[in-house]
Nanobody
Framework: QVRLVESGGGLVQAGGSLRLSCVAS????????MGWFRQALGKEREFVAA????????RYGDFVKGRFTISGDNAKNTVYLQMNSLNSEDTAVYYC????????????????WGQGTQVTVSS
């Protein structure tokens, strides 16, 4: 049973930064893809970023535009999302997700999800 626990959300002013963490447990993740998605109030879930534990694969949503960086620490089974230059449109619940093998940006490709962490950007 895969378990994902996110942390690091909170309230930040526009232009500020946050780092989200996702700790994974329950199995070996060496062949998994880990992703971050977000869902704003009244909107559909949106792809933010993904990384393969095996390395060599990183992908970002178009809106990121160099502001966010996804990284992983295999020894800690932890995936990070460093978010810089935040603006009010980044306000959302951010979810960590996992799936075996490689994945597209479609949330339906990911079978395991965390509970989410709220990010609120004040203008």
């Amino acid at each position: 049973q895969v378990r994902l626990v996110e942390s690091g959300g909170g309230l930040v002013q526009a232009g500020g930064s946050l780092r989200l963490s996702c700790v994974a447990s329950g199995r070996t993740f060496s062949s998994y893809t880990m992703g971050w998605f977000r869902q704003a109030l009244g909107k559909e879930r949106e792809f933010v970023a993904a990384i393969a534990w095996s390395g060599g694969y990183r992908r970002y949503g178009d809106f990121v535009k160099g502001r966010f960086t996804i990284s992983g620490d295999n020894a800690k089974n932890t995936v990070y999302l460093q978010m810089n230059s935040l603006n009010s449109e980044d306000t959302a619940v951010y979810y960590c997700a996992a799936t075996p093998g490689l994945a597209t940006m479609d949330p339906a490709d990911f079978g395991s999800w965390g509970q989410g962490t709220q990010v609120t950007v004040s203008s």
